[in-house]
């Protein structure tokens, strides 16, 4: 549907609509500057109606194109409000999407764990409104991230999943997304024969929908397949194929990028020269705007100055590489770079420095290693969900086949005849998803007996780098919460929006902030040790489970709630009103010392607990950002004043008055003096 952008300005919910389904089509046709032109025109309209679900469709769609436009942090801040607004209206489809895309831009800038994160959110909401087109988009971002950390197996089984998805659907365009992801896969498995096939086909299904884009994409990838099969020739050819689609539907920057193909094919073939010319061109125009595009083209730069001898260049290239790479938290390619400077040191006998430059990359290598550590929780994350979610269709499709048969019998008996027809095509429809199936399965089969003996030496690896990190996972063992390194993690993104609110507002650009504040509380058990000491650690542990339980009742799904080590918990309510904190304080005391904890054994414990907890912004007139530890060491000296006013209670720090408040170390006695001088703002439960 194509939408006049000069005609739409009525704000009627039919124009809104019509528009947004008008930019998403343009995008999906590579036509960015269009879709932007449109989603101005959509920005107006919004602009006057102060509809909040409409300015979260604003931020989804700008996002949308940001990320075509390879801007992947402003894409995930713009998706962040979107995911506070669809939160809030309970919008659920909407919620669903905005987590999709928000994995698809970590996606991009490499974040794999928190990507896949992301994509299992939006997956149990797709499969709670069993959504199978969108279910069918997830599984294949889903393969993509699995196959990027190298979870080849689960990689596999996510597509075979999206692919049922897609056939059931009768979805060219999920079909062809999972047939363009099975064609990474398999170049990335280093199997380039079976990516082309596998490239061709999800080329022959775009090019009959007319996606221009995607069969750029397609042609890209294709060339470099064949440019890995030294197939120069045809490679040349599909790479300037991609190259002039991509610049036809002004995707500039996706044409540089793979301008960078042809690079490399010229110097596979050994024309450095013409590849020189290439390089510097799309050095030329990326730098500094583009920074995604400039670390790879200086990554080529490198390689060629390197087998062209220029070796002091080469390293000038490498060293803007790493300096680059640092900012833009790039590792892999660091490490690329530093190779690269490894290796010219050497070639030109500077042995010294050669040294000092391989222990910086066995550095910055070991740093990659651990965060691949983390990497590996989120696979056997991801494995555990798949099997979860394998049972679960199994089960579906189990009463699918009840419910379907007890029909047919009531159908028979009615009309014989009209029954019979219904099975004869039940029969037929059966023969032919086996036949589809076993197509595919067969298809999947071949490539995972090849993989298997690579993937058991992937999966000895895994197990020793799981021993190692045990202690590191995002999983408190006992409890089942989220650990510290989980909310170190997320919280950053929280504070950031936050801070980003109130200072629009501060600077007049929105109207002041509802329901944007972050509270942080610590709950601590009052008299653990007692409790282990009289009734043993078993028991002890026992408390700590039904705690965790009770702290999971008191908050919403979407805050954080996470053991921050022995019997202290830090719970964060995002994106309330302050004034809740107080209830929310409350409850938490209530829920913990209104009933007995029962054990195992029929006995009966009375816990209670002290809050301590601390508003953000602290000064909302004057945003002072602050991170998480500060907050914690806030809430840590309310915590303390709740102890010793005799523990089952709660303590709350508002706000405070002036910035000199914020001291190097916050602890109980500096927030006794500030409550003394009346310079902040205390509440306490009333009566303690
Ligand atoms: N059972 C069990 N106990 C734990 C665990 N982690 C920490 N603890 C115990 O928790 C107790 C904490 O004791 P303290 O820090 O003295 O605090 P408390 O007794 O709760 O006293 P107040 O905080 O002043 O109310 C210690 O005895 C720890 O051994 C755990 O995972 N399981």
């Not at 897609?166 to 170049?187: H, M, P, R, T």
């Not at 009840?402 to 028979?412: F, I, M, V």
């Not at 302050?578 to 029962?598: G, H, P, Y």
Request: charged content about 25%; proline content about 1%.
């Amino acid at each position: 549907m194509h939408v006049d952008a000069q005609r739409v300005d009525t704000g009627k919910k039919s124009d809104i609509d019509a528009l947004k389904v008008s930019i998403r089509t343009e995008r999906e046709l590579g036509n960015i500057q269009k879709a932007e032109l449109l989603t101005q025109n959509l920005q107006g309209i919004v602009a006057k109606s102060q509809n909040p679900e409409l300015q979260a469709d604003l931020a989804t769609i700008t996002a949308e194109n940001e990320i075509s436009r390879t801007r992947y942090p402003h894409a995930i801040e713009l998706l962040k409000s979107a995911e506070l607004a669809y939160s809030r209206s309970s919008n659920d489809l909407a919620l669903a999407y905005v987590y999709t895309m928000l994995g698809y831009a970590y996606y991009s800038m490499s974040d794999y764990p928190l990507a896949l994160d992301y994509y299992h959110r939006g997956e149990r909401i797709y499969n709670a409104l069993d959504d199978k087109k969108s279910l069918s988009m997830v599984g294949s971002y889903m393969g993509l991230a699995l196959g990027a950390i190298g979870d080849y197996d689960g990689a596999i089984l996510a597509y075979q999943t999206a692919l049922d998805h897609a056939i059931e659907q009768g979805s060219d365009a999920e079909k062809s997304q999972v047939f363009y992801s099975l064609g990474g896969l398999n170049a990335k498995m280093g199997d380039h024969r079976s990516a082309l096939a596998y490239f061709y086909s999800s080329l022959e299904i775009d090019t009959k929908r007319g996606m221009v884009q995607n069969i750029a994409f397609n042609n890209a990838l294709i060339a470099e397949s064949l440019l890995a099969l030294s197939d120069f020739e045809a490679a040349e050819s599909h790479a300037n194929e991609a190259i002039r689609l991509f610049n036809e539907v002004k995707s500039t920057e996706y044409a540089d990028m793979y301008k960078l193909t042809l690079a490399k094919i010229h110097i596979a073939r050994g024309s450095y020269d013409q590849a020189n010319d290439v390089i510097q061109n799309v050095l030329h125009t990326a730098n500094g705007r583009f920074p995604a595009l400039t670390l790879n083209a200086l990554v080529v730069a490198a390689q060629h100055a390197f087998l062209t001898s220029e070796h002091e260049i080469s390293i000038d290239y490498a060293d803007q590489g790493i300096k680059k790479a640092k900012q833009a938290e790039r590792l892999p390619i660091e490490v690329q770079f530093h190779e690269a400077k490894v290796n010219s040191l050497e070639a030109m006998n500077r042995f010294d420095a050669a040294f000092i430059a391989l222990k910086e990359l066995m550095r910055v290598k070991e740093k990659l290693n651990n965060e691949n550590k983390v990497e590996a929780i989120a696979r056997a994350q991801a494995q555990t969900e798949t099997v979860r979610k394998e049972l679960e269709l199994d089960l579906k499709l189990k009463e699918q086949a009840l419910e379907q048969a007890g029909l047919s019998e009531k159908l028979l008996l009615k009309n014989f005849f009209i029954g019979l027809i219904l099975i004869l095509f039940s029969l037929l429809f059966v023969l032919y998803r086996r036949y589809t199936l076993r197509k595919a399965n067969e298809r999947l089969e071949w490539k995972v007996r090849i993989q298997t003996r690579e993937l058991s030496e992937k999966n000895e690896q895994l197990i020793q780098s799981l021993k190692l990190i045990e202690s590191e996972s995002i999983t408190d063992t006992l409890t089942g919460l989220k650990n510290r390194r989980y909310l170190q993690k997320f919280i950053k993104t929280d504070i950031a929006l936050c801070d980003r609110e109130f200072s629009d507002w501060h600077q007049g650009k929105s109207r002041k902030p509802i329901g944007s504040d972050l509270l942080v509380f610590i709950v601590d058990i009052d008299d653990f040790k007692q409790v282990n000491d009289r009734f043993g650690h078993q028991i002890g542990d026992e408390v700590l489970i039904e705690f965790s339980k009770r702290l999971e009742h008191v908050f919403r799904q979407s805050d954080y709630i996470v053991r921050w080590g022995g019997e202290e918990f830090v719970a964060v309510a995002r994106f309330v009103d302050r004034k809740s904190a107080m209830v929310l304080a409350q409850r938490l005391v209530k829920a913990i010392n209104d009933t007995k904890f029962e054990m195992h054994d029929n006995m009966a414990l009375p816990i209670t607990c002290s809050v301590g907890y601390v508003c953000y912004p602290l000064i909302p007139t004057n945003v002072v950002s602050c991170h998480l530890e500060k907050l914690l060491e806030m809430s840590d000296a309310c915590l303390y004043l709740a102890k010793a006013s005799g523990k089952n209670t709660w303590v709350g720090l508002e706000s405070v008055n002036d910035e000199e408040a914020f001291a190097e170390d916050f602890n109980k006695s500096w927030l006794e003096t500030l409550i003394r001088q009346k310079r902040v703002t205390i509440r306490r439960e009333p009566g303690k």
